[in-house]
């Protein structure tokens, strides 16, 4: 998949890696939709993007503000060919966390994307192909501690472009499944865990212990570049492809090594 010519969304562009992304894309040819629910975020992105990007703001787990990006994408640039279901949050702790909280984790992090595909899927299989980026993330092959929303909804989302992959591939929809560690973003500067502040700092701790903490821009370049090649994984960190193995070869081991691993950071 090349990008040049290509008419993509980006939810959760205001910022950090959506952002990022955008700003790759439009540089390697293709028009974007800046999508984010902070409408005024999204229109600063595609204003530094010039006459190539348009803004919308919405909460992209509402099935109705996808089908508006949609028409807006179609209506500013032509059918869309990408869609980055890159919005997400961090959600509560753990076995305290609300029913308001795991609620909105699996909202944004996996409802948003099995909407986003039910309004492209069909129109792709019918022209022959498209493409479909879910960013999960490193907690949804290994897990998050400090974090059991996050965790869990973060593998729901693998699972879930697991499933579309092996469904649709053979009829033209390529997905790929960004599964990144620490990013320099807002999640890491404490919005994982908002309103938990001895859990985000757990998990955050957890996230920059385990791997360097990785540039938006350094994410976004090798998402095209896997994008390119049609990967499905994209491992912008690629220790996480030997800790996914190391889990899958001795669970038990595994789930050891990081009751270990979390009892350390607790000091």
């Not at 472009?161 to 033209?172: C, F, H, I, N």
């Amino acid at each position: 998949m090349e990008i040049a010519g290509k008419v993509g969304i980006v939810t959760g562009a205001g910022g950090g890696i959506g952002a990022a992304l955008a700003h790759r894309l439009v540089a390697g040819g293709a028009r974007v939709v800046v999508a984010d629910i902070d409408a005024d975020t999204a229109a600063k992105v595609a204003g530094e993007l010039g006459a190539n990007a348009v803004a919308v703001g919405g909460d992209v787990a509402d099935e109705r503000v996808i089908a508006e990006l949609i028409a807006t994408a179609e209506r500013a640039f032509g059918p869309v060919d990408l869609y980055f279901a890159n919005a997400g949050i961090g959600g509560g702790p753990g076995l305290e966390s609300t029913e308001a909280q795991w609620a909105a984790a699996l909202e944004v992090n996996v409802l948003a994307h099995v909407r986003a595909a039910r309004l492209l899927v069909p129109g792709w299989v019918e022209r022959g192909g498209g493409y479909f980026v879910s960013t999960a993330s490193a907690a949804g092959l290994l897990t998050q501690i400090g974090s059991a929303p996050y965790s869990v909804t973060k593998h729901a989302a693998v699972g879930f472009a697991e499933w579309l992959s092996v469904t649709y591939g053979d009829q033209g929809v390529r997905v790929s499944c960004l599964c990144p560690m620490g990013v320099d973003t807002r999640l890491l500067s404490g919005d994982l865990i908002p309103d938990a502040p001895e859990a985000a700092a757990l998990a955050i701790k957890a996230v920059t212990t385990a791997g360097a903490v990785l540039s938006t821009e350094e994410v976004a370049e090798t998402v095209v570049e896997a994008m390119a090649a049609e990967h499905f994984l994209i491992l912008p960190h690629q220790e996480v492809l030997q800790m996914y193995r190391n889990k899958g070869s001795d669970y038990d081991r595994w789930i050891s090594g990081m009751r270990r691993f979390q009892a350390m950071l607790r000091g």
